[in-house]
């Protein structure tokens, strides 16, 4: 187990970092992930099981799931409820809380509450921008945008922390080179728009930091001086297109385009400044991003003509 996500009711009944899945529902799900890919004539790699061991965990639609465990040599069970109903947001698309470094410095974490493809965010984020005390640190949270987003959300929050118009994101539209031979890249900027706050924000990102989530941390990154803090992301290729089957209930996502950082980093490939082994929850329970950034800030104060 890698990480356990934050707000989820497997934090909540004490999943930790570090467990190792034995079965879920009684089934080996490694041995019933080689099965599935043997269904349809491949033999998977190592990682090719993982991603089936992975999503067989996510369960069945609104199906509660059993887990069994093994922490520290013994086993351990876990009844967790259906994925869509084990993490409760707040409400709103953006929850701000202000916490204190050890100095007694101010620290606005700004959350963004998996909202990042609705546009009634951008007034949310503006007033939380607005609402930032004078000489206050910041933090932008993308720890939970799994859900991916658009890219007038993704300018409006960067446009806050710009003082000129700044390349944030890099574009390649791989449907006409692969088609035609002829490239189409550009490379997207972000201008500023008031309330302009000067003080680098630092960014939190992990494993459920996706798709637009991944642009606007990397967009922080490059056009903000942001100081990234997390674990790996959730590495989603590229802009995506949906097309239904009309035959069926089902949607079919594709990638049709190559996102990369304004430096030439693949979106998926980049890696936060800061890294961490898990970004949500620590092995003690803790939170071990907003933990590293307080600390951050600290140092930053500590120094001299600051």
């Known amino acids: 187990m890698l990480d356990v996500k934050g707000g989820s009711e497997a934090q909540r009944l004490g999943l930790r970092p570090g467990w190792e899945l034995v079965s879920m529902d009684g089934k080996d799900l490694r041995s019933v992930a080689k099965n599935r890919f043997a269904e349809i004539g491949v033999t998977p790699d190592p990682e090719q099981v993982l991603y089936g061991a992975n999503t067989l965990a996510s369960g069945a639609l609104h199906r509660p799931r059993s ?13 967790l409820p259906p994925g869509y109903s084990s993490v409760k947001r707040p409400s709103g698309p953006v929850s701000s809380a202000v ?12 959350r ?27 933090v932008i949270d993308m720890r939970d945008t799994p859900s991916g987003g ?22 390649e539209l791989t449907y006409e080179r692969v088609h035609f031979g002829v490239a189409r890249e550009w490379t997207e900027y972000v201008e500023p728009r008031a309330p302009l706050l000067k003080d680098a924000p630092v960014v939190l990102a992990g494993l459920w930091t996706g798709s637009m ?12 001086e942001a100081t990234v803090i997390g674990s790996n992301l959730g590495d989603l ?7 239904e089957l009309p035959a069926s209930c089902l949607k079919v996502s594709f990638a049709n385009e190559r996102l990369s950082h304004v430096n030439g980093t693949a979106r998926e490939d980049f890696i936060p400044e800061l890294l961490l082994p898990a970004a949500d929850t620590a ?13 951050l800030f600290e140092d930053r104060d500590s120094q001299p003509n600051r």
């Open 237 to 243: 290729l590229g802009a995506m297109i949906e097309d």
């Open 112 to 138: 963004m509450n998996n909202s990042l493809g609705d546009n009634a965010s951008i007034a949310v984020f503006d007033a939380a921008v607005a609402a930032v005390p004078a000489g206050a640190h910041v």
């Open 283 to 295: 092995v003690d329970g803790s939170d071990p991003a907003i933990q590293r950034a307080l600390a």
């Open 213 to 224: 989530g991944e642009g606007i941390t990397i967009g922080f990154d490059a056009a903000a």
């Open 67 to 79: 887990f069994i465990f093994r922490v520290g040599g013994k086993l351990r069970a876990l009844e």
């Open 150 to 171: 658009n890219s007038t959300v993704a300018r409006a929050m960067l446009s806050h922390f710009v003082t000129r118009p700044m390349p944030y994101q890099h574009h």
């Open 99 to 110: 916490r204190t470094d050890k100095a007694g410095h101010p620290v606005v974490v700004m």
